[in-house]
């Protein structure tokens, strides 16, 4: 069985095309639909119920385009709705991302791990029970990072502004370094240079990207929903503010080599 509609990604903005793009280097010959809502970013210090509407509104858009399957490349968006989206659409495998705690603390049992994420995710019970299952087996601190994704939106993605930035945000880190870095929101994978520049090399530094993208193939596998072997892979970029195509066009560059 294969199924040759395409997967709908979707985030508050550009940072899912981090995920789009391990997505890609996994299942090349899949067609993609990419949505960011940067006219809405951030979601990650909005409340959490206009964190569901904005996501249930992407999710339908994607939806009416015939995707066979939502992946939501956005961690608050998961934390927040992950779970009454998949009962809204029975039929539809919906697959979330979530800070890759899991992979930091079975590599550094026993180790330092910092979470970095928005503060709607760290509030959200979703975190609070995935930290719950691991932080028996790791030291596990989390530091809201409300400001990075305006940085990614803006197309900073490197440089003094976004340096000095960086290092007043990790003050209380660079003495001692943590064992591991979890990058707990889809925007920060491209800034994960300046953030290792700032802990110093020893710090390793983990997202949920790649785990996402596995999982979805996995679902897709189990479904029958795998694009057949000869069909071409294609990517269709949309924003709900049609000035960021230019800027997701060069993220998606820095993504396909992360
Ligand atoms: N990329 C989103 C995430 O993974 C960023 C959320 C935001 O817009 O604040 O959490």
Known sequence: MSDNRPIGVFDSGVGGISVLGELIKLMPNEKYIYFGDSRNAPYGTKPHELVRELTFATASLLIQAECKCLVIACNTATAAAVRPLRELYPG?????????????????????????????????????????????????????????????????????????YLRNLLADYTSTPPDAVVLG???????????????????????????????????????????????????????SNGSMIELSLKLLEIARKL
């Not at 910092?114 to 028996?136: C, I, N, Q, S, W």
């Not at 290792?196 to 929903?225: N, P």
């Open 92 to 164: 539809v495998p919906v697959i979330g991302i979530e800070p890759a705690i899991k992979p930091a603390v079975l590599a550094d049992p026993g180790g330092h791990v910092l979470v970095m994420a928005t503060p709607v995710t760290l509030g959200e019970d979703k975190f609070h029970r995935l930290m719950a299952k691991y932080d028996r087996d790791a030291l596990i601190s989390t530091l809201a990072c409300p400001g990075i994704v305006e940085f990614v939106e803006k197309g900073i993605v490197e440089g003094p502004e976004l340096e000095a």
């Open 185 to 239: 929101c889809t925007h920060y994978p491209f800034v994960r240079d300046s953030i290792s520049k700032v802990l110093g090399a020893y710090t390793k530094i983990y997202d949920g990207g790649g785990g996402t993208a596995r999982e979805t193939k996995r679902q897709l596998e189990l479904h029958g929903l795998l694009a057949s072997p000869e069909q071409e892979g294609g990517i269709t970029l949309r924003n």
